[in-house]
Structures are given as structure tokens and as C-alpha cells.
């Protein structure tokens, strides 16, 4: 079984990013959710946006970055919008990673390194009509492209967070189709 550190989205640690977890706990997963802002959570992504710029977007990313020392290093990464970035940049300089899940986002390799890392698995999901993951998408296909690794998961629909059951954005049936996938993923690391 894998072990796992999920960096939540902008709402925060949402009751949808812990039934997340959750879910893969009850597959025989180890999951850890670091709660990068102090128990707040948001009912919109605007509020959070114009939450997290009181703390500072670097500061709360080497928070995350920060935080993983807690933890052993042969992790899987995971991030959802907000929280890929964190996931992502572990995942890219943090020796030992065994994999990545990058939800609803993905950063240019670029911004981590000079390139993916060689064999490191991960998968890319997200909305094909999603105004935020639309900006992430050539970073998305590039990634993908790059390395045979890496998947890229595109969905119908716009909803930007619609895996987290506790927001209007939820579809619970490509919430499914991503948890299977999630879960066929953890099998294989």
C-alpha cells in the first residue's frame, strides 16, 4: 500500500478533501492531510483567494514544503488546484518520491527543475471546459507528453473542484471515475 500527502485546494481542508482521504484509508492507504491554513476553510474559491494572499502564496507553499519533513520521503504527492503546487514541487526535487496526483492543476515542469524525473509516475486530472485548469493545460499536456509515466485525465464539464463532495462544484460520477483511477494508480507505486 502507498503512503500519501495531500495538500488541499484554496477552500481549505474542506469535509471533501478528508472523505477524499478517507476513501483511500478504507482501500489500505496511508493518508496524510497537512491543514495548510490553520483549520479556515472558505465557502467560495474567491474567499480563499483572498485569503491566502494574507499569508503570502510562497510563504504557504514552503509551508507545505516544509511540512513534508514530517514525513517519511517515498510518498506519493497529491494536490488539489492550490495544492498541487506544493505536491508538484515535492514530487520534482524531493528524492525518493514515488509518485504524484495532481488534481484540477499542473504547474510547468520548469518552475521545479530542468525536467520531470526519469520513470516518476503521476496523473493529471481536470475539467476540459475548467476556466482555472484551462491556463494549466499546456503545462498539463506537456507534461504528459514528456514522460510515458505521466497520464493526463480530462473530463467533461467545467466545475473546477468537482471531486470534493462537500461544494456545489461536485460530479459525483467523475468523482468516481477519478477515485478509480487514484486507486489503480496507488496499486501500481
Known amino acids: 500500500m ?17 472523505a477524499f482521504a478517507d476513501d483511500l484509508r478504507r482501500a489500505g492507504h496511508t493518508v496524510h492531510t497537512p491543514d495548510l491554513f490553520d483549520g479556515r476553510t472558505f465557502d467560495t474559491i474567491e474567499n480563499g483567494f483572498a485569503y491566502a494572499p494574507e499569508i503570502g502564496f510562497d510563504a504557504l507553499r514552503e509551508r507545505g514544503v516544509a511540512l513534508a519533513d514530517e514525513y517519511r520521503t517515498d510518498l506519493v504527492y497529491a494536490g488539489f488546484s492550490f495544492g498541487v503546487m506544493i505536491a508538484q514541487q515535492l514530487a520534482q526535487t524531493r528524492p525518493g518520491a514515488r509518485g504524484a496526483l495532481l488534481m484540477y492543476s499542473c504547474i510547468p515542469v520548469s518552475e521545479f527543475g530542468e525536467a520531470w524525473p526519469a520513470g516518476l509516475p503521476a496523473q493529471i486530472h481536470g475539467k476540459e471546459d475548467d476556466e482555472f485548469f484551462q491556463e494549466d493545460l499546456p503545462a498539463a499536456r506537456e ?16 466545475q473546477h473542484l468537482f471531486a470534493d463532495p462537500s461544494l ?16 489503480a494508480f496507488l496499486a501500481t507505486v
Open 2 to 18: 502507498a503512503e500519501v500527502l495531500i495538500f488541499h485546494h484554496i477552500q481549505g481542508l474542506t469535509d471533501g478533501v478528508r
Open 143 to 158: 507534461l504528459a507528453d514528456s514522460s510515458p509515466s505521466v497520464e493526463l485525465f480530462l473530463y467533461p464539464g467545467a
Open 168 to 183: 456545489d462544484a461536485f460530479d459525483p460520477e467523475a468523482a468516481a471515475l477519478l477515485m478509480e483511477r487514484v486507486k
